[in-house]
Protein backbone atom coordinates (compact mmCIF):
# COMPACT_ATOMS: atom_id res chain seq x y z
CA UNK A 1 0.00 0.00 0.00
CA UNK A 2 1.31 3.48 -0.81
CA UNK A 3 2.70 5.19 1.99
CA UNK A 4 1.97 8.26 1.39
CA UNK A 5 -1.27 10.64 0.91
CA UNK A 6 -1.74 13.67 -0.79
CA UNK A 7 -4.99 16.10 -0.21
CA UNK A 8 -7.19 17.47 -1.87
CA UNK A 9 -7.11 14.76 -4.24
CA UNK A 10 -8.27 17.29 -6.82
CA UNK A 11 -7.95 20.73 -7.37
CA UNK A 12 -9.28 23.43 -9.87
CA UNK A 13 -8.41 26.78 -9.73
CA UNK A 14 -8.12 29.51 -11.96
CA UNK A 15 -4.66 30.93 -13.55
CA UNK A 16 -3.07 33.38 -11.40
CA UNK A 17 -3.99 31.81 -8.33
CA UNK A 18 -1.74 30.01 -6.09
CA UNK A 19 -2.27 26.18 -5.35
CA UNK A 20 -1.65 24.36 -2.13
CA UNK A 21 -1.44 20.34 -2.43
CA UNK A 22 -0.48 18.74 0.96
CA UNK A 23 0.85 15.24 1.89
CA UNK A 24 1.53 12.53 4.66
CA UNK A 25 3.73 9.78 5.52
CA UNK A 26 3.58 7.67 7.76
CA UNK A 27 7.58 6.45 8.69
CA UNK A 28 10.65 7.91 9.58
CA UNK A 29 11.79 9.58 6.16
CA UNK A 30 15.69 10.64 4.54
CA UNK A 31 14.23 12.84 2.02
CA UNK A 32 10.45 13.65 0.38
CA UNK A 33 10.46 14.59 -3.10
CA UNK A 34 7.46 15.68 -5.61
CA UNK A 35 7.30 14.80 -9.43
CA UNK A 36 4.82 15.67 -11.69
CA UNK A 37 2.81 14.18 -14.23
CA UNK A 38 1.05 14.66 -17.22
CA UNK A 39 -1.19 12.44 -19.21
CA UNK A 40 -0.34 9.40 -17.13
CA UNK A 41 2.87 8.68 -18.09
CA UNK A 42 6.35 9.99 -17.45
CA UNK A 43 6.86 11.73 -13.81
CA UNK A 44 9.33 14.87 -13.67
CA UNK A 45 11.19 16.11 -10.38
CA UNK A 46 10.13 19.14 -9.08
CA UNK A 47 12.51 19.64 -6.06
CA UNK A 48 13.67 17.22 -3.53
CA UNK A 49 13.31 18.58 0.53
CA UNK A 50 15.58 15.98 2.79
CA UNK A 51 14.28 15.42 6.30
CA UNK A 52 16.82 18.39 8.01
CA UNK A 53 15.18 21.28 6.04
CA UNK A 54 12.27 22.68 6.90
CA UNK A 55 11.74 25.00 3.73
CA UNK A 56 13.03 25.14 0.15
CA UNK A 57 12.01 27.12 -2.84
CA UNK A 58 12.60 26.56 -6.68
CA UNK A 59 11.19 29.28 -8.66
CA UNK A 60 7.38 29.67 -8.29
CA UNK A 61 7.43 26.50 -6.22
CA UNK A 62 7.84 26.61 -2.04
CA UNK A 63 7.98 23.29 -0.81
CA UNK A 64 7.46 22.74 3.47
CA UNK A 65 8.49 19.75 5.75
CA UNK A 66 7.67 18.99 9.12
CA UNK A 67 8.60 15.54 10.54
CA UNK A 68 7.04 16.26 13.70
CA UNK A 69 3.48 16.12 11.89
CA UNK A 70 5.02 13.63 9.46
CA UNK A 71 3.72 15.93 6.33
CA UNK A 72 4.64 18.42 3.61
CA UNK A 73 2.88 21.05 1.43
CA UNK A 74 3.59 22.10 -2.19
CA UNK A 75 2.81 25.91 -3.12
CA UNK A 76 2.53 26.99 -6.67
CA UNK A 77 2.24 30.15 -7.07
CA UNK A 78 0.78 32.24 -9.82
CA UNK A 79 -0.48 29.37 -11.33
CA UNK A 80 -0.35 28.81 -15.02
CA UNK A 81 -2.60 26.49 -17.75
CA UNK A 82 0.62 24.59 -18.08
CA UNK A 83 0.59 23.29 -14.45
CA UNK A 84 -2.39 21.35 -15.02
CA UNK A 85 -0.80 18.31 -14.53
CA UNK A 86 -0.84 15.28 -11.13
CA UNK A 87 1.27 16.00 -8.58
CA UNK A 88 3.14 13.24 -6.32
CA UNK A 89 4.83 13.46 -3.01
CA UNK A 90 7.65 10.56 -2.40
CA UNK A 91 9.03 9.34 0.50
CA UNK A 92 12.24 7.86 0.30
CA UNK A 93 12.39 5.81 3.70
CA UNK A 94 16.34 5.70 3.56
CA UNK A 95 16.41 1.84 2.39
CA UNK A 96 16.16 1.74 -1.47
CA UNK A 97 12.48 2.09 -1.78
CA UNK A 98 10.33 5.49 -2.64
CA UNK A 99 6.84 5.33 -1.77
CA UNK A 100 4.64 7.69 -3.85
CA UNK A 101 0.86 8.85 -2.86
CA UNK A 102 -1.54 8.83 -4.79
CA UNK A 103 -1.38 12.33 -6.23
CA UNK A 104 -3.14 15.35 -6.37
CA UNK A 105 -5.03 16.13 -9.82
CA UNK A 106 -4.72 19.93 -10.28
CA UNK A 107 -6.38 21.66 -13.16
CA UNK A 108 -5.61 25.18 -13.81
CA UNK A 109 -8.68 27.17 -15.87
CA UNK A 110 -7.34 29.85 -18.29
CA UNK B 1 21.91 13.03 -24.95
CA UNK B 2 18.95 10.65 -23.91
CA UNK B 3 16.56 10.33 -21.36
CA UNK B 4 15.22 7.27 -20.04
CA UNK B 5 13.65 5.32 -22.58
CA UNK B 6 11.61 2.10 -22.28
CA UNK B 7 10.22 -0.42 -24.95
CA UNK B 8 7.32 -1.23 -25.94
CA UNK B 9 5.67 2.11 -25.18
CA UNK B 10 2.22 -0.40 -25.56
CA UNK B 11 2.36 -4.13 -24.77
CA UNK B 12 -1.21 -5.90 -25.46
CA UNK B 13 -1.07 -9.35 -24.54
CA UNK B 14 -3.39 -12.58 -24.09
CA UNK B 15 -4.03 -13.84 -20.59
CA UNK B 16 -0.97 -16.96 -19.57
CA UNK B 17 1.35 -15.51 -21.95
CA UNK B 18 4.79 -13.95 -20.81
CA UNK B 19 6.11 -10.34 -21.32
CA UNK B 20 9.31 -8.73 -21.42
CA UNK B 21 9.78 -4.90 -20.39
CA UNK B 22 13.02 -3.10 -21.11
CA UNK B 23 14.81 -0.10 -19.81
CA UNK B 24 17.85 1.69 -20.87
CA UNK B 25 18.84 4.55 -18.03
CA UNK B 26 20.63 7.44 -18.70
CA UNK B 27 23.81 6.59 -18.84
CA UNK B 28 26.07 6.67 -15.54
CA UNK B 29 23.18 6.23 -13.42
CA UNK B 30 24.08 3.34 -11.29
CA UNK B 31 20.51 2.93 -9.09
CA UNK B 32 17.20 1.59 -11.38
CA UNK B 33 13.42 1.30 -10.17
CA UNK B 34 10.55 -0.55 -11.63
CA UNK B 35 7.09 1.03 -10.73
CA UNK B 36 3.81 0.29 -11.32
CA UNK B 37 0.89 2.87 -12.14
CA UNK B 38 -2.76 1.79 -11.82
CA UNK B 39 -5.27 4.58 -13.54
CA UNK B 40 -5.99 6.93 -11.02
CA UNK B 41 -2.98 6.04 -8.12
CA UNK B 42 0.66 6.81 -8.02
CA UNK B 43 3.63 5.00 -9.28
CA UNK B 44 4.04 1.60 -6.74
CA UNK B 45 7.25 0.83 -6.15
CA UNK B 46 8.30 -2.74 -7.45
CA UNK B 47 12.25 -3.36 -7.76
CA UNK B 48 14.95 -1.30 -7.18
CA UNK B 49 19.01 -1.93 -8.40
CA UNK B 50 22.05 -0.77 -7.29
CA UNK B 51 24.62 -1.60 -10.26
CA UNK B 52 23.54 -5.33 -11.27
CA UNK B 53 22.19 -6.36 -8.00
CA UNK B 54 18.45 -5.85 -6.63
CA UNK B 55 18.94 -4.57 -3.32
CA UNK B 56 15.15 -4.75 -3.07
CA UNK B 57 12.95 -6.98 -4.32
CA UNK B 58 10.37 -6.40 -1.80
CA UNK B 59 7.54 -4.54 -3.71
CA UNK B 60 7.22 -7.45 -6.58
CA UNK B 61 3.91 -8.82 -6.08
CA UNK B 62 4.30 -12.78 -6.44
CA UNK B 63 7.02 -14.65 -8.08
CA UNK B 64 5.83 -14.29 -11.71
CA UNK B 65 7.53 -10.88 -11.37
CA UNK B 66 11.29 -10.81 -12.08
CA UNK B 67 13.66 -8.45 -13.67
CA UNK B 68 17.41 -8.12 -14.18
CA UNK B 69 20.12 -6.04 -14.61
CA UNK B 70 22.92 -8.09 -15.84
CA UNK B 71 25.47 -6.09 -16.81
CA UNK B 72 24.40 -2.77 -14.24
CA UNK B 73 22.93 -0.54 -17.22
CA UNK B 74 19.75 -1.78 -19.57
CA UNK B 75 17.16 -3.64 -16.98
CA UNK B 76 14.47 -6.30 -17.89
CA UNK B 77 11.01 -6.72 -16.14
CA UNK B 78 9.74 -10.21 -16.94
CA UNK B 79 6.28 -11.34 -16.34
CA UNK B 80 5.56 -14.74 -16.32
CA UNK B 81 1.67 -16.14 -16.69
CA UNK B 82 0.11 -12.70 -17.30
CA UNK B 83 -2.87 -12.23 -15.30
CA UNK B 84 -5.37 -9.48 -16.46
CA UNK B 85 -4.72 -7.75 -13.01
CA UNK B 86 -1.58 -7.17 -14.41
CA UNK B 87 -2.81 -4.22 -16.38
CA UNK B 88 -1.19 -1.07 -15.95
CA UNK B 89 2.04 1.60 -16.98
CA UNK B 90 5.18 0.14 -15.69
CA UNK B 91 7.29 2.81 -15.26
CA UNK B 92 11.60 2.83 -15.04
CA UNK B 93 13.44 5.76 -13.37
CA UNK B 94 17.37 5.55 -12.68
CA UNK B 95 19.42 8.47 -10.40
CA UNK B 96 22.84 8.46 -9.74
CA UNK B 97 22.01 7.76 -5.81
CA UNK B 98 19.44 5.70 -4.20
CA UNK B 99 18.48 9.04 -2.58
CA UNK B 100 18.38 11.55 -5.32
CA UNK B 101 16.58 12.74 -8.29
CA UNK B 102 14.79 9.80 -10.04
CA UNK B 103 14.86 10.47 -13.39
CA UNK B 104 11.67 8.59 -15.64
CA UNK B 105 11.18 6.95 -19.05
CA UNK B 106 7.55 7.45 -20.41
CA UNK B 107 6.49 4.08 -19.47
CA UNK B 108 5.08 0.79 -21.03
CA UNK B 109 1.40 0.53 -20.78
CA UNK B 110 0.60 -3.26 -20.36
CA UNK B 111 -2.78 -4.60 -21.12
CA UNK B 112 -3.41 -7.78 -20.46
CA UNK B 113 -6.35 -8.79 -22.15
Known amino acids: SQQGEEDPQALSIQEGENATMNCSYK?????LQWYRQNSGRGLVHLIL?????REKHSGRLRVTLDTSKKSSSLLITASRAADTASYFCAAYTGGFKTIFGAGTRLFVKA | GAGVSQTPSNKVTEKGKYVELRCDPI?????LYWYRQSLGQGPEFLIY????????DSGLPNDRFFAVRPEGSVSTLKIQRTERGDSAVYLCASSLTSAGEQFFGPGTRLTVL
Open chain 1, 27 to 31: TSINN
Open chain 1, 49 to 53: IRSNE
Open chain 2, 27 to 31: SGHTA
Open chain 2, 49 to 56: FQGTGAAD
